[in-house]
Every structure is written in structure tokens, then in C-alpha cells.
């Protein structure tokens, strides 16, 4: 679950709060029953606590601290190299006065030490996070899930140039220019899908 957990990191800590649990609700939803879904719960209904402070809706931040806090009471302090440990304690903190919110923003989530930004995320990190980006931004997902299946094929064929992954890497690291690179990514989408269909039949008997 490496690439959605960091994914998430970076996504919560550019500010996307409600965002960043779509990045680790999936693969949650999938694990059983133990440390790794309690880690991703917690840190679901962590996104969700601040988020609902944000919102002022002081009573939702203050009920999902105190169940973020049940999930993610008996980790390890870095588990996964997160900083569990302060995010227990801002919930804490928060459970007693969510309001504390407008006097300073929560912290930030770390991944092997360092607080992981947009422009950190690695090749699978960044195709997760755009999926998510655009779901939030209200960018066209499908656009995006074509461009991330190109991607994926490009580098299993080993190459690493492919413009798919460039414009994706492009598209989460680079918020100035995101609705031109979006708008490329779709043009390059629509002509490898119309190159595609061009040759699919061609062989076949007729």
C-alpha cells in the first residue's frame, strides 16, 4: 500500500484535507482486519477531523478525533514511517478544543521523516495522487484513467520517456499550470486512443 499511503501524505499536506482519503480508502477497504487497516482508518478519520475543524463543525471534528484516535491508539509511534505519534497527540488536543484549528493549522503527516509534498511523489505515488486531484478539482477522471493505463503500458515497454507519464507527473506537481496540462493530457489521450482503434480488425478475417 506504499504508493496510496504516500499519495495521501502529500495530498493532505498540500491542504487537500477531504481529498487525501480517497487515495487511502481503496486499498483500506481491501486490507483485513489488523495494524495496516487501523493505520488507514485512523488516518481516513484523521483528514475527516480536520477537515470538519476547518468547516467549523465542531461537534463532527471532536466525535471522528476521539475514533481516529481508538484506531490508532495501540501502533508503533512511526508506524509504517508515519508520525503516528503526533498525529495521536493532535487528536487528543483536538478532541478537547477543536477550535484550536482557527488559532493554528494541524500538523503535518510525514513519511520516513520528512513531510512529503506533491513534488516529492514518486512515478506510482503521483498516479495515484492525480486520480484523486482530479476527483477533487473536478477535472474529468476518466481522462486521467486513460492517461495513467497509457502510462503504466508505456513503462512496462520499457520506456521512460512516455509523454503520458511526463504530463501526469506534470499535472500533480505543478498547480499553476494544471488545467493546460490536463487539457495536453486529453488531446494525447484521444490520439492513442484513435491510433489504437485504427489498427484493431486489421488482421482479423473480414
Excluded at 2 to 17: I, K, T
Excluded at 50 to 67: F, I, K, P
Excluded at 71 to 78: E, I, R, V, W
Aim: aromatic share 10%; glycine share 8%; no cysteine.
Amino acid at each position: 500500500m506504499d504508493a496510496q499511503l504516500r499519495a495521501g501524505v502529500a495530498v493532505y499536506n498540500a491542504g487537500r484535507y477531504h481529498a487525501a482519503h480517497d487515495a487511502w480508502e481503496g486499498r483500506w477497504l481491501d486490507l483485513p482486519e489488523g495494524d495496516d487497516e487501523r493505520l488507514l482508518h485512523g488516518l481516513i478519520q484523521f483528514t475527516a477531523a480536520v477537515y470538519h475543524a476547518r468547516e467549523r463543525n465542531w461537534s463532527g471534528a471532536t466525535g471522528l478525533a476521539d475514533s481516529a484516535a481508538d484506531y490508532l491508539a495501540d501502533l508503533p509511534p512511526d508506524y509504517h514511517d508515519v508520525n503516528v505519534a503526533t498525529v495521536r497527540e493532535y487528536l487528543a488536543a483536538l478532541e478537547r478544543d477543536p477550535e484550536r484549528i482557527e488559532r493554528g493549522p494541524a500538523p503535518a503527516l510525514t513519511y520516513e521523516g520528512a513531510a512529503l509534498g506533491l513534488t516529492d511523489l514518486d512515478v506510482d505515488g503521483a498516479f495515484v495522487a492525480a486520480g484523486v486531484l482530479a476527483e477533487d478539482l473536478g477535472y474529468d477522471e476518466e481522462v486521467i484513467e486513460r492517461a495513467t493505463r497509457y502510462a503504466r503500458a508505456d513503462l512496462e515497454a520499457g520506456d521512460e520517456g512516455s509523454e503520458f507519464v511526463t504530463f501526469l507527473l506534470d499535472f500533480v506537481r505543478d498547480a499553476d499550470h494544471r488545467g493546460i496540462v490536463f487539457q495536453r493530457l486529453s488531446e494525447h489521450a484521444d490520439r492513442r486512443e484513435h491510433r489504437e482503434s485504427d489498427v484493431d480488425g486489421l488482421f482479423e478475417e473480414r
